[in-house]
């Protein structure tokens, strides 16, 4: 769905009284000023409401809602309980809270002395995200208008946050398109498309691929009737070594001729939301102009059984040059990205490297859906991208990695197996994918099989892909690798 729409307007009191959809006013123990004004023409409702004990049960950025009040055309007033000078995390979650109750007559939001305005922009645009294919869809919500004195400052103060929300958007409309929508050609045809948004987009193909040995991606997708594609992104916001941005794009994930089980198999046509990530961080970079070299590579294979597909026991070259056994055709995000890594790696010498997959579902048994999985070989990155996820609420959790684990994925018949059993299978498969990583590349990979699509509504999405990391990883480019 395209973001809700939002302007920035002056507070006129009588549209404000005439408007048809939701009129939102903020208090903490004491009403502003502005809502004082919509106190008056409710004839006390506002006050009344700060007394009652629902109100004092609210934490800041929840909100009571009065239907149909008196005085007012709105369908409801909504009172956010909000201090004065709000955290960011208290006001994105008070944006949310205004996005979900809106419908399509939409809301005025009387924002006078909300700080940080943006943030509460951002919980908002983030949070009206709405996706569907039914022929009778509901009507979107929105417009929202937000009434400030200073509508121009207020625009420009929000425009970096909405372009973020709008890329988080990009990222969840690709997880959640099915796989005869989005297949690989279509998947690289969209990433092609933001070359409007001055990213470099290059599309390698099957033949490139071959030409560069990347055997161990290319047997993933020998069973499909989808071919296989590296897209390359680049945004060259500034010189020297880029930061190389990583994802498993797996458009569809049968496991191969290690076939998955019926049931629950429809979801994994989410197993592309890593390359979704990447793509998305790589929109949002470019929509404010990063002052950072970044480049965002993507996998984009299908995982299909057929007479051509790979077999357990096959055996395969990586570009890399080492050799892996290949015992479960459903390990096969690691093949893919092994071949990408080390491209990335030989390509563009990256300062650091992070790569994103929903690689395993043994990541989900360790740490639920509420928090990544990071593994990495470098403490400084993985700190800092562990508080760029604090200060955006993504949740992220260290991992170990170790030569102890390591021994699991040994083999007498090449130089790696694909698998390492049950035990330790998120770490065993990091395991896999840091022997594609030279021990001088500072590199994260974070296992998102868990927080991609989670099974319920988060803070800042409705049911469906959540875009988890659009906004950590820009928050990092920001805090690391910006000039
Ligand atoms: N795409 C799956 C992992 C996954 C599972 C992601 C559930 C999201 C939700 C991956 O390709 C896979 O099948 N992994 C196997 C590895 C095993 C065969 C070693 C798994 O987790 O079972
Ligand atoms: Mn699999
Ligand atoms: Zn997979």
Redesign the pocket.
């Known amino acids: 769905m395209a973001l809700i729409p939002v302007d920035f307007a002056p507070l006129d009191t009588v549209a404000l009284a005439a408007h048809a959809g939701r009129v939102v006013v903020f208090a903490d123990d004491t009403l502003t000023v502005e809502a004082q004004r919509v106190d008056r023409k409710t004839r006390g409702a506002l006050s009344r409401a700060l007394k009652s004990a629902a109100w004092l049960a609210l934490k800041p950025g929840e909100a009571l809602t009065l239907a149909f009040p008196f005085g007012l055309a709105a369908s409801a007033l909504v009172l956010v309980r909000l201090p004065r000078r709000a955290t960011p995390d208290q006001a994105r979650k008070a944006g949310a809270t205004i996005a979900k109750g809106l419908t399509e007559t939409g809301a005025v939001i009387v924002a006078r002395g909300i700080k940080p305005l943006a943030d509460l922009v951002e919980g908002l645009a983030l949070r009206a995200y709405g996706w569907t294919m039914k022929t009778e869809a509901d009507k979107a919500p929105g417009p929202v208008t937000v009434a400030s004195p200073d509508p121009e400052a207020a625009r420009a103060a929000c425009a970096e946050a909405l372009s973020r929300a709008e890329a988080v958007h990009f990222t969840r409309d690709l997880v959640n398109e099915p796989a005869n929508v989005l297949t690989t050609i279509d998947f690289a045809h969209r990433l092609e498309a933001m070359r409007d948004l001055g990213l470099e987009v290059e599309v390698l193909d099957e033949d490139a691929m071959v030409k560069l040995g990347m055997h161990a991606l290319l047997g993933v997708g020998q069973g499909s009737e989808s071919p296989s594609k590296l897209v390359v992104m680049r945004w060259p916001g500034a010189e020297g070594a880029p930061l190389a941005l990583v994802g498993k794009g797996?458009v569809f994930?049968t496991?191969g001729i290690?076939i998955?089980p019926a049931a629950g198999m429809e979801?994994?046509t989410?197993?592309m939301g890593g390359a979704a990530v990447v793509a998305g961080t790589m929109r949002a970079l470019a929509a404010r102009k990063a002052r950072a070299h970044v480049v965002g590579l993507v996998g984009l294979v299908e995982?299909m059984p057929d007479g051509r597909a790979q077999r357990p026991g096959d055996v395969v070259k990586s570009m890399k040059g080492d050799t892996i056994e290949v015992i479960?055709t459903?390990?096969?995000?690691r093949l893919v990205l092994a071949d990408v890594l080390w491209y990335a790696q030989d390509r563009f010498k990256p300062a650091a490297m992070i790569d994103l997959a929903?690689?395993?579902?043994?990541?989900?048994i360790a740490l639920g859906h509420d928090r990544a999985g990071v593994f990495s070989n470098d403490d400084g990155l993985c700190d800092a991208l562990l508080k760029a996820c604090e200060t955006t609420e993504e949740g992220a959790w260290r991992m170990p990695l170790g030569a102890s684990y390591d021994v699991l994925i040994k083999t007498r018949m090449a130089d790696m197996k694909?698998?390492?059993g049950r035990a330790a299978?998120s770490i065993t498969?990091a395991q896999f994918l840091q022997r594609f990583v030279k021990p001088d590349v500072p590199w994260a990979h974070i296992d998102i099989?868990?927080v991609?699509?989670p099974p319920g509504e988060t803070a800042f999405a409705p049911k469906g892909p959540t875009g988890w990391g659009v906004r950590a990883l820009d928050a990092l480019v920001r805090d690391r690798f910006e000039i």
């Open positions: 797996v994930d496991g290690s998955k979801e994994m989410m197993d995982n479960n459903d390990a096969e995000g929903t690689l395993t579902g043994a990541m989900i694909n698998t390492g299978g498969a099989a868990g991609a699509l």
